[in-house]
């Protein structure tokens, strides 16, 4: 079985901060590593992913993340915050990077940024 | 290229009655996953369709169901609806090896 656990349900930032949203997996067998971003009312546009190879995933919007096996950790950053960030997070974790293979999502991150 | 697309955007039902929601894929994609997010959840997976068939299936009771077409496009049958199945149903579309585009969803509000 997998499961992720995504550590602060909201976290709150000034505009041009650090971000830093944690994630950690529980997997038995090699994880593939997702982040979700979804504004109000809108469904899920994937962030980044890790599969393998370079455990510094890079992805849009200037976020990028870190795998780490030994942590068992994935976790978020962007170096500048900016308003537009302000959203919900999620970070999900799968067995394959295939279509058949189903996603298990994190509670979730809510981002604030403050101006 | 039309993304994933979900119909309709918002439903309004009542305790006991039925209901069926509609998800195009992505052009391309062959397989479509269906989500439930309950307000302040992430995602809890209820279950993928690939050549017209159930695939996977996660912790969801039978009155859960939905079906494949021959063009890919898929619905979500709920029966006997409860307070607790007011949520935001997500459609998420796939081909091998290329990941998941997720549709905007379909709030379901049970009254």
């Known amino acids: 079985a997998q499961s992720v656990t995504q550590l602060g349900s909201h976290v709150s930032v000034s505009e041009g901060a650090l971000v830093l949203l944690r994630c950690n997996y529980s997997?038995?067998?090699?994880?593939?590593l997702f982040w979700y971003v979804q504004y109000p009312n809108q469904g899920l546009q994937l962030l980044l992913k890790?599969?393998?190879?370079?455990?510094l995933v890079k992805g849009i919007n200037g976020f990028e993340a870190e795998f780490k096996k030994s942590e068992t950790s994935f976790h978020l950053t962007k170096p500048s915050a900016h308003m537009s960030d302000a959203a919900e997070y999620f970070c999900?974790?799968?067995?394959?990077?295939?279509?058949?293979?189903?996603?298990?999502f994190g509670e979730g991150t809510q981002l604030t940024v403050n101006p | 290229d039309a993304g994933v697309t979900q119909s309709p955007t918002h439903l309004i039902k009542t305790r006991g009655q039925q209901v069926t929601l509609r998800c195009s894929p992505k052009s391309g994609h062959d397989t479509v996953s269906w989500y439930q997010q309950a307000l302040g959840q992430g995602p809890q997976f209820i279950f993928q369709y690939y050549e017209e068939e159930e695939r996977q299936r996660g912790n969801f009771p039978d009155r859960f169901s939905g079906h494949q077409f021959p063009n890919y496009s898929s619905e979500l049958n709920v029966n006997a609806l409860l307070l607790g199945d007011s949520a935001l149903y997500l459609c998420?579309?796939?081909?091998?090896?290329?990941?998941?585009?997720f549709g905007s969803g379909t709030r379901l509000t049970v009254v």
């Open positions: 998420a579309s796939s081909l091998s090896g290329y990941g998941y585009t």
């Open positions: 997997s038995s067998v090699p994880p593939y």
């Open positions: 890790y599969t393998t190879g370079a455990t």
């Open positions: 999900a974790v799968s067995d394959r990077e295939t279509s058949g293979s189903r996603l298990t």
